[in-house]
């Protein structure tokens, strides 16, 4: 069975309400109706020590999420934007991510070969973009498979206080990507379970 590991980059601690975390749980909902089964953390929950190893010694609970994205087969990665940019949550997550370069075996595979990877992001003023390409591209770099279509996102009237976990109704297009998200995270997972990527060092001889 297919499995979802969201990872909330929120800014916000606890069951504090969270624009996010919303848009987490919909795209967590929307693979479930693919038969995908889902679970979730807050990152900023959980005391993530700075570094680039997989374990950064005494009191890092880096370990343990990175045990729950490798027996995930998505990894759903949600982000607000602050001032243009992911948030700082979200960038420890990437750096912490980068330990996997150096654990790529003698035959070329990463261990998230395999593993695909699907971005939500909220916020309100412009950045959506750049956010999305800052996450794909890392998240791409370090061996995740990226599905078709837009990552699932909402950005509010600029300067203004209305923020995603106080819209009563989700826009349409907002619904939309999602189920496209969803639809291809799961096609592209399974897909990849059943044929995962061959040896690039094999290729060559």
């Not at 967590?28 to 190893?53: F, M, N, Q, W």
């Not at 343990?64 to 998505?74: E, H, K, N, T, V």
Request: contains cysteine; glycine residues 10%; aromatic residues 6%.
């Amino acid at each position: 069975m297919l499995s979802a590991f969201g990872l909330n980059c929120t800014l916000k601690r606890g069951h504090e309400p969270s624009s996010t975390q919303k848009l987490l749980d919909q795209l967590l909902h929307a693979l479930e109706g693919y038969g995908v089964e889902t679970s979730c953390e807050r990152a900023i929950d959980h005391d993530i020590l700075p570094g680039v190893k997989t374990d950064e010694g005494p009191g890092d609970a880096w370990p343990a999420l990175r045990q729950r994205i490798d027996q995930a087969g998505i990894l759903v990665l949600a982000t607000p934007i602050w001032m243009g940019q992911p948030s700082s949550v979200a960038k420890r997550v990437l750096e912490r991510l980068d330990a996997v370069l150096g654990e790529i075996d003698d035959r070329g595979i990463y261990p998230t070969f395999g593993k695909v990877a699907v971005i939500g992001v909220v916020g309100n003023e412009d950045g959506a973009h750049h956010v999305t390409a800052e996450l794909y591209q890392a998240l791409a770099d370090v061996g995740f498979t990226i599905p078709a279509g837009s990552s699932a996102y909402w950005v509010g009237e600029a300067m203004q206080s209305k923020n995603y976990v106080d819209l009563q109704q989700t826009p349409e297009a907002v619904a939309s990507a999602i189920q496209t998200l969803a639809c291809n995270a799961a096609h592209l997972a399974g897909l990849l379970q059943k044929q995962p990527y061959p040896s690039p060092t094999r290729a060559r001889e």
